[in-house]
């Protein structure tokens, strides 16, 4: 079963940062997709940013091109989203989710291609 334990959430002010860490086994590090979704009250699950088994290719919604980055750190088993210049309509729950990859697939962030979910961390920007 694959585990995967997002912590790092909070409260914040707008135009602050925090940053995601998603923790997950050696084998899920090295052989699945690695995405951020998020959700917010009312409002449907969105990928925010995604990254491939490689490292190699990371993708990210528009609004948050240029404040979020996705890294992972293998040494660690970890997977982190930074987050900057925060906006109020960042505020949602945050999930780390992971779907197992072959090497020739294509990246995705689509969050129906995503098969195991951590439980969430809360992310509330205040203005």
């Known amino acids: 079963q694959v585990r995967l334990v997002e912590s790092g959430g909070g409260l914040v002010q707008s135009g602050g940062s925090l940053r995601l860490s998603c923790e997950v086994s050696?084998?899920?590090?090295?052989?699945?997709?690695i995405g951020w979704f998020r959700q917010a009250p009312g409002k449907d699950r969105e990928g925010v940013s995604c990254?491939?088994?490689?490292?190699?290719?990371?993708l990210y919604a528009d609004s948050v091109k240029g404040r979020f980055t996705i890294s992972k750190d293998k040494a660690k088993n970890t997977v982190y989203l930074q987050m900057n210049s925060l906006k109020p309509e960042d505020t949602a729950v945050y999930y780390c989710?992971?779907?197992?990859?072959?090497?020739?697939?294509?990246?995705?962030?689509?969050?129906?291609?995503?098969?195991?979910w951590g439980q969430g961390t809360q992310v509330t920007v205040a203005s």
């Open positions: 989710a992971g779907k197992r990859q072959i090497l020739t697939a294509p990246a995705t962030c689509a969050s129906n291609e995503y098969e195991s």
């Open positions: 990254i491939t088994r490689s490292g190699g290719t990371t």
């Open positions: 050696q084998f899920t590090m090295n052989y699945y997709s």
